[in-house]
């Protein structure tokens, strides 16, 4: 059984991510890293209300808890544990985010926050936008340098040293979305209130 | 009752250093009742506005403010606190 | 590529000859500069047959691409060498404006071999190189030799050594600037035993950068960052670091009184809100930082910088004195002596403990202020109770029989966080590859001050990643070579992206935290090769064994085995703690031939 305080982080941030419509039931997914393990969410436990027999611990290059896990989700948590320095995954289905990503190849935030925090968030495809060797790598690369990225029409993953930081991007993004799609409904000229801010676009 | 006790700058803005607080109007307080932090820091607000928008934000402790119970990091205001405890509380601070 | 010089100086000085030549570019991409390159070129340069007093010894003095562009906080600048206190790879780090002027002098690289027959000093103007007899400066103490020598923070940048140096204490530091120290683990020793006694350096030439659009842009953001952050904007200038004494004592992480105990009761007095209230005139800043974290601090007997929150702790809970002013005089003290204030501190209190405990007779006594000023001289002079205590607490414990005593990880003291109450403190104390070391990847952050985010600092699952991160980070930033304090406003990955914008070569963020990565695991192999095991990845039986009695870290006792084990395994090392071949070759180590 996983310590009690990381199941307390796992249970708080799941039921945000829920609560702020982040997610749906089912989807998403968070885990950490602990030395060479990983703590993540066992396949079809529910984020919004998680057990502790809903989290997993196992080797960080093998499966080795004796549970089935979502082999479509852990494969792309390990890339991303073996290639950044990540110690901490947060997975949702942004749907702003989500909407946004299907006509562009980045989405660059217009809002205070957003450009603040996250500048640039690059837009990576793939044709089985699910569970290949070669989506987690392509995540796991473009993460070396962002710490939040958009799978095309499948939602974002987030890296941070905490799982708050991670679920911290995740906001941040969608509330960035949603800002701007807000901006293009309201479908007004753009007042730059920003300095420098023709550097977002190359960061 | 709880003591609160305030460090480096927020001993400038409160004027003191240290604070005990009496409970929030209205409240019926036993001595031997448990409050939660929530409480504390609003009756340390209430007797002590000029710490008002210093350590709470949104409902929840402020960014880069920390708030101890004796010695121990609360991360929210529902943490219960004894009437012997000593709260400190510290602004944005950095070392090495 | 830009930002570096490309240009190594190498000095010779047995033969007072001198050359400098390309800095090798594969190895620059590879370690990038500072604390990393010094750790590359010291690997080929010092091997187990030199003992750190030969003149086989080297000192690698480094900064780094990014030294001198004006970037926040760009003045840094690292010395590496092998430690004679504690016999691991050693590099210090330190700010102020030499550094940054060695950089515009057209150099990345300084290599100081040999010994001088004489007392020398040396100066660099440019391409100029001189050699100059310092036999009638040899015994000066560092305040008047900086100013003799024509110290002018915008245009002639002195580092020395002080008396301590000359007289081979273990524990001397260099220092530069005249209150800058590159401290801990005795590279003033070794500048001593080198017979050099000063280096000083003119030079107006700034690196070129490559692109000079994103460069600003970046500078821009950064400047945005450290104005937003309270803690760069806000509590570093206002209270220094002096500021983590209340915070520190209050969660009973305090040591005292040579760690026996974690709370002081004294705290308040030292504090840096006390500091702030009555001795502190002004703060100040190193060159091109916009922090200024700086105290300038005056008591009736001197003024000057500092003190800092680790020599305020040093001679004050650890030796059980709460007078402030005492404190401040002692830190003056040191950096004229040129001493390095952690071990100084923690060393007096270890003598204190083994006199009064009866091991030894000294009559020092915790709590004595009036006994720190005299015996930081005795130390410097080597002369009476200062013979014992000038190489540091280990050996002196060690000869008066209770090496135990000794609070030290790897023969160098351990700072002002008691790791019985911060675990993660604790496994950084015992990995850190130059020994008992905050700065190596100071957990207060997580652990202390919820930066970014509070973890639970009695929790042992998961924490050796945050160690393993904090010092791959670390690394890093000692290479490119910038301050730590920057890290607490901005990210690494505009580190990364200034780093790119000024050499030209792409790093990602993930590419120079393997930087770091790869920076730590030859300063592993370094000390494997020096003999070190994993029976030195340890802390003092008080840290393991005894628990502080009251307080919020009482029944505490660091659980090291666990964590150690985790941190082995997730830094790819077998059970031994040796790094594994496969970390090897994805580091790009392999071959280096190591």
Redesign the interface.
């Known amino acids: 059984m996983v ?1 009690e ?2 199941y307390k982080m796992f249970r708080e941030i799941g039921r945000d991510m829920f609560l702020s419509d982040m997610i749906s039931s089912h989807g998403g997914n968070l885990s ?6 990983i703590i993540i969410k066992r396949r079809g436990a529910m984020l919004g209300i998680l057990k502790p027999h809903d989290l997993v611990e196992t080797r960080l290059d093998k499966n080795d808890s004796g549970v089935v896990l979502a082999s479509t989700e852990l494969i792309v948590h390990r890339a991303i544990y073996l ?3 990540a ?1 901490a995954v947060c997975h949702c289905h942004l749907r702003t985010a989500v909407a946004f990503s299907l006509s562009r190849d980045e989405l660059v935030p217009i809002d205070n926050e957003g450009s ?1 925090l996250l500048k640039k968030i690059p837009v990576v495809t793939e044709e089985f936008a699910s569970g290949t060797p070669q989506m987690a790598n392509k995540i796991a690369e473009t ?5 939040i990225v958009m799978l095309r029409g499948h939602g974002s993953f987030a890296i ?3 799982l ?2 991670a679920f911290h991007w995740s906001s941040t993004l969608e509330e960035a979305c949603q800002i701007e799609l807000a901006a293009k409904l309201i479908n007004e000229p753009f007042i730059e209130y920003r ?2 801010a ?2 977002y676009k ?2 | 009752m709880p003591t609160i006790k305030l460090y480096a700058n927020l001993r400038n803005i409160a004027g003191t250093t240290e604070v005990s607080i009496t409970p929030p109007s209205g409240m019926l307080r036993s001595v031997s009742r448990e409050s939660n932090l929530g409480a504390c820091v609003s009756a340390l607000i209430e007797q002590v506005p000029a710490l008002d928008g210093v350590i709470v934000e949104d409902g929840q402790i402020k960014p880069y403010i920390v708030i101890n119970i004796n010695g121990h990091a609360a991360t929210n205001f529902d943490v219960p606190v004894g009437k012997d405890d000593v709260i400190a509380i510290f602004p944005p601070m950095a070392g090495g | 590529m830009n930002g570096w010089n490309n240009k190594v100086l190498d000095i010779d000085l047995t033969a007072q000859t001198y050359e400098t030549y390309p800095l090798d570019m594969e190895i620059a991409r590879l370690f990038i500069g500072g604390r990393g390159l010094g750790a590359c070129l010291l690997w080929d340069l010092v091997g187990p047959e030199v003992d750190p007093l030969d003149p086989e010894n080297v000192l690698i003095f480094t900064n780094g691409p990014l030294t001198g562009t004006g970037y926040q906080t760009s003045n840094r600048f690292s010395v590496t060498t092998k430690s004679p206190l504690t016999g691991t790879i050693l590099d210090a780090n330190s700010g102020g404006f030499w550094g940054m002027r060695f950089k515009k002098a057209g150099y990345d690289v300084m290599i100081v071999r040999g010994k001088a027959s004489k007392p020398v000093w040396v100066e660099i103007k440019n391409e100029e190189i001189t050699f100059h007899d310092a036999s009638d400066l040899w015994g000066m103490r560092v305040f008047a030799l900086t100013e003799k020598l024509g110290q002018n923070n915008n245009k002639r940048n002195v580092l020395c050594i002080g008396p301590a140096g000359e007289n081979l204490s273990r524990i001397a530091a260099i220092m530069n600037d005249r209150e800058r120290a590159l401290a801990r683990g005795g590279p003033g020793t070794v500048m001593g035993s080198k017979n050099l006694k000063a280096i000083v350096v003119e030079g107006k030439t700034r690196p070129k950068i490559e692109d000079k659009g994103r460069f600003k842009f970046l500078l821009y953001e950064s400047r945005k960052l450290l104005a937003a952050s309270p803690v760069t904007s806000q509590a570093l200038p206002e209270f220094g670091t002096v500021v983590l004494m209340n915070i520190m004592n209050n969660i009973c992480a305090l040591p005292t009184r040579n760690h026996q105990q974690s709370q002081f009761e004294g705290a308040e007095a030292i504090s840096g809100e006390a500091l702030t209230d009555n001795y502190l005139v002004k703060n100040d800043s190193c060159w091109a930082c916009p922090i200024g974290c700086t105290r300038i601090s005056k008591t009736d007997k001197v003024k000057g910088e500092g003190p800092e929150f680790e020599s305020t702790w040093a001679f004050g809970a650890q030796c059980g004195i709460d007078d402030l002013p005492a404190i401040i005089e002692a830190n003056s003290i040191c950096n004229d002596l040129g001493l390095d204030t952690i071990s100084a501190g923690s060393t007096i209190a270890c003598a204190m403990e083994l006199s009064e405990k009866g091991y030894m007779n000294s009559g020092l006594r915790f709590g004595r202020a009036d006994q720190l000023a005299p015996t930081l001289e005795a130390m410097a002079a080597r002369e009476n109770v200062g013979a014992d205590l000038a190489d540091g607490s280990f050996r002196l414990a060690s000869k008066y029989g209770h090496p135990e005593l000794s609070m030290s990880a790897k023969g160098l003291e351990m700072p002002a966080y008691d790791p019985r109450g911060m675990q993660g403190q604790g496994l950084l104390y015992a990995t850190s590859n130059r020994g008992g070391c905050h700065m190596r990847g100071n957990m207060v952050g997580p652990e202390v001050l919820g930066l970014p985010k509070m973890i639970d600092r009695f929790q042992v699952q998961g924490k050796s990643s945050f160690v393993t991160l904090h010092q791959n980070v670390s690394a890093a930033i000692d290479s490119l070579v910038i301050c730590k304090f920057t890290n607490m406003g901005v990210a690494e990955e505009y580190f990364a992206r200034v780093l790119s914008a000024v050499t030209g070569i792409h790093y990602d963020t993930g590419e120079l935290t393997q930087v770091g990565e790869r920076i730590w695991n030859l300063e592993r192999l370094y000390n494997l090769r020096e003999g070190f095991t994993k029976e030195d990845d340890t802390l003092p039986p008080r840290m393991l064994n005894d628990a502080p009695a009251e307080g919020p870290s009482a029944g505490r006792v660091v659980k090291l085995n666990p964590m150690l084990k985790e941190y082995y395994r997730g830094r790819g090392w077998d059970e031994n703690g040796v790094p594994l071949q496969a970390k090897l070759k994805e580091l790009k180590l392999v071959n280096l031939g190591v």
């Open positions: 310590d305080r990381i950490i890293r602990l030395g060479d393990r290639n950044t320095p110690l603040y993460l070396k340098n962002y710490k941070g040293q905490t708050d930081e300095g420098m023709e550097g190359s960061f």
